[in-house]
């Protein structure tokens, strides 16, 4: 089973602090995605890579910057926390063709920015 | 108009009845379709894929209408363990997913 592993389960930082989320993948999947979920709101797209050293970015990326030096691994980062960015994360990944194969998604991160 | 959109529910049944919801989509140009299904507090996964002939799983039925641009989800005999929110998911182009806000199902003993 493909397995997507996230950081943290649950993480609180301050307002203004430099938050890391980490996200690791097993099963040498070219694509990999973040998310965040809110109530009401659903999944949005905040970056996503499909190669290593390579990102683009989704729906709503201000606030946010990704980091992909190694295949396995995506990282997010919130490069100054603000309270609106509490919220949970979700990291997933998918083989070349995501309409065969899906996502699988990591088990997610709640952030709480105070 | 919102890209993808769901009845945010919920809706709740008594055991062993049937179920449906549907999800419309914006964009004609949509490719992919998949249902989600996520329990509270955990992540989303991959219930099934919709073909435009409509597939089956088990007690699960999914339609495509890509005339009207709507999906639906038929649940038969439900059972408690389908409480759940089933998210719609859309692929248009690339290898990115959109998704709807999700319908909350709870199934009552």
């Known amino acids: 089973d493909v397995k997507v592993t996230q950081s943290s389960r649950y993480l609180v930082k301050r307002t203004g602090e430099k938050v890391f989320l980490e996200c690791v993948q097993d099963?040498?999947?070219?694509?990999m995605f973040w998310y965040r979920q809110d109530p009401g709101l659903g999944l949005r797209l905040i970056y996503f890579?499909?190669?290593?050293?390579?990102?683009e970015k989704g729906d709503i990326p201000e606030g946010y910057s990704v980091s992909r030096e190694k295949k396995e691994r995506f990282s997010l980062i919130l490069e100054s926390a603000s309270t609106n960015q509490t919220s949970m994360y979700l990291c997933?990944?998918?083989?070349?063709?995501?309409?065969?194969?899906?996502?699988?998604f990591g088990s997610g991160t709640r952030l709480t920015v105070v | 108009r919102k890209e993808v959109e769901q009845d945010p529910g919920p809706f709740n049944v008594p055991e062993g009845a049937t179920v449906a919801f549907n999800c419309t989509y914006s964009n004609s140009a949509s490719q992919s379709f998949f249902w989600y299904r996520q329990d509270c507090r955990k992540e989303p996964k991959l219930l099934m894929s919709?073909?435009?002939s409509g597939n089956e799983d088990g007690r699960f039925t999914a339609q495509l209408n890509r005339a009207s641009q709507y999906i639906s989800l038929l649940i038969r005999d439900s059972k408690l363990s389908d409480s759940a929110t089933y998210l719609c998911?859309?692929?248009?182009?690339?290898?990115?997913?959109?998704f709807g806000p999700g319908t909350r199902l709870s199934v009552l003993p």
């Open positions: 919709v073909y435009s």
């Open positions: 890579s499909y190669d290593v050293k390579m990102k």
């Open positions: 997933a990944s998918s083989k070349g063709t995501v309409r065969t194969y899906g996502y699988t």
């Open positions: 998911v859309v692929n248009n182009y690339g290898q990115n997913f959109v």
């Open positions: 099963m040498d999947h070219e694509n």
